[in-house]
């Protein structure tokens, strides 16, 4: 079984309803060792952590707009799986809306709504339109990735765009271009793809891109096997580490992202 996602968003902004299909578990590489009884269990957890460490866990969301031309649901979330176990990892979820106002301040309000995203996950936001619809004003990739942070104490956010750089579609007019994505591209993150001739060939090419970016970790959150009550330690080579519980207990979030690869050692108690 898959993960898969189908976001269903109500008319009039109305929050996100998510359904989930859910898989069995799959290794990601975090060597856990459990120790003690019912009432005294310590769970003890051991990441890597550091410059082009890379996520198990990648939610994906694309936000299309309503044209006739847009690709489906389905065609969407094939191209997605097909890259399963290849670019995306094993544990990649999937959302589709059609049905809110497009563009990048509209999405803003989407990506603050709490739980859209899992904690510790690695975010690509993908904007597919058929027209280029301009912003009342610019909307930067740091801001977009401030509201996902809001709710979301995730590993990592990209941002993509698939829209057509000429009038090369039915509802494209002559406002189309790269205008209003061009903060897409930010920081060697985050890339745009003509959506004018756009075979098999070219989304791959643009999804691989998504998928690879979507699971550097670039922020210190550390998902945990159980969501912890108590944290007894946190280490680097026998040194605490500065942190905190977020999402209910779920991630730790370490002070600051190290510098090189760094073996992290947790300690703490399960509820």
């Not at 510790?120 to 740091?142: C, K, M, Q, W, Y």
């Not at 205008?179 to 745009?192: M, N, Q």
């Amino acid at each position: 079984m898959t993960w898969l996602t189908t976001m269903l968003l109500a008319s009039c902004g109305q929050p996100p309803d998510l359904e989930w299909q859910t898989a069995s578990p799959t290794s990601d590489g975090v060597d856990r060792q459990t120790h003690g009884d019912t009432h005294t269990v310590v769970v003890e957890e051991t990441f890597v952590l550091g410059p082009q460490t890379t996520t198990s866990m990648v939610d994906v969301l694309f936000v299309v707009d309503d044209t006739a031309s847009a690709p489906s649901r389905t065609e969407l979330t094939s191209l997605v799986e097909s890259l399963r176990g290849d670019v995306f990892p094993t544990d990649t979820r999937v959302a589709v809306t059609r049905d809110v106002p497009f563009g990048m301040m509209a999405a803003r309000s989407l990506l603050e709504q709490p739980d859209t995203f899992r904690p510790g996950a690695g975010v690509a936001l993908v904007f597919v339109s058929t027209v280029n619809h301009l912003e009342p004003r610019p909307v930067h990739f740091d801001e977009l990735e401030a509201a996902v942070a809001t709710g979301h104490p995730v590993a990592s956010f990209t941002l993509a765009a698939a829209v057509p750089f000429t009038p090369c579609t039915a509802e494209a007019t002559l406002q189309v271009g790269r205008t209003a994505f061009e903060p897409v591209v930010h920081d060697g993150r985050g890339t745009v793809m003509n959506l004018c001739g756009a075979g098999p060939a070219e989304w791959r090419a643009f999804l691989e891109t998504v998928g690879t970016q979507s699971t550097v970790v670039r922020h210190p959150v550390l998902p945990l096997a159980r969501p912890a009550v108590t944290v007894l330690s946190v280490q680097r080579d026998g040194t605490p580490v500065p942190h905190r519980l977020d999402a209910h207990g779920q991630v730790l979030v370490l002070e600051q992202m190290p510098q090189t690869r760094a073996t992290i050692r947790v300690r703490y108690r399960p509820g």
